[in-house]
């Protein structure tokens, strides 16, 4: 089969669906080997190649990208406009894997998307109106035309049956995994104080606000770290003398914090996974999850959860697993090796090929 995915979101910072469509990409041109040829795509910026490029570093696959001024309008022009059709810019294909920010039109072969999650029509409230308007469209458009839809949970994919409409023998559970940075091995950062570490950007579903508050009802010189890229709506208030902001951070930097953390904590109410509750786990360092349904799959019984919405429910659970460090640790690493993305590739090929049939 040849299999043209869409890697237009690349162009960004890597964020969590920037690591899951790294990461499945990197999965299936693993499991692809030399039988399959897959081709990633992207209509980006001018300086968007270059971005992808660095992001695709150490996967062995084809990038075709055109440069164009406005992305944006282009993609979202492609899309609506149902012309020209992929196959006029990609060659024939077997496969079309979209990714969020567009629907391209294609003569033939299977239709696939990823839907990380349906936040935008359950909380409009925590997205901005181009995210809004850019997944309800699409949205739509997986439910009519797609032969198969991977979601990166079991929560999702329930979420995408119930709410879309979409047939259950439609949908793929393919849960994400982690870079190789995130393991236990290697140096850890030293912020001077023992330290909490929550990994989110600065927007309202992460509910970084309830655990600022959570943090003062802690005893002592604890520190909360935040690491984060700048988001929107109502910000935390972030000014203690106890609190780090510490901004986007690499891979590298990020495992060192995790590595050199007290506690991991991540309270959003609602996720398609919470990728970075996984990677604290990779990394050795013990997690307390919100209690939300949507983040069972990546807390599994490895982690200690919250209501998310209760200050002091947040921090007697940092309490607790500061005095159960070890064991949370080692249960971590455990469930976090259940996870991997060459299991992510086989069942996007698998799902390509049953679709196919």
Known sequence: ???AFDVSPLSHPLLGIGNYIRGSLGGLVEVAGGEHEVVAFAPTSLRGPDRI???LDGIDVELRTWRLPFSHALRTGWSALGRPAAERLLG???VLHFSDWMFPPQRAGVRATTIHDLVPLHHPEWTTARTRSMHARKYRNAAQTCDVVYVNSEYTGRD???TLGIEPERVKVARPAVKEAFRPEGPASDLGAPYVLTVATLEPRKNLQTLVEAHRLLAGDLLLAVVGAEGWGEQPFLGDHRIRRLGFVSDEELARLYRGAAVAVYPSRFEGFGIPVLEAMASGCPVVSSAHLSLDEASG?????ADPED???IAAAVERALGDRDRLSAAGLEH???FTWRAVGEIFLRGYEEAAR
Do not use: E, Q, W
């Open 336 to 338: 976090a090796k259940r």
């Open 1 to 3: 089969m040849r299999i």
């Open 311 to 313: 200050p002091a429910a």
């Open 160 to 162: 995408v049956v119930g």
């Open 92 to 94: 024939d294909v077997d």
């Open 53 to 55: 490029r660095a992001a």
């Open 301 to 305: 019984d490895a982690a200690l959860r």
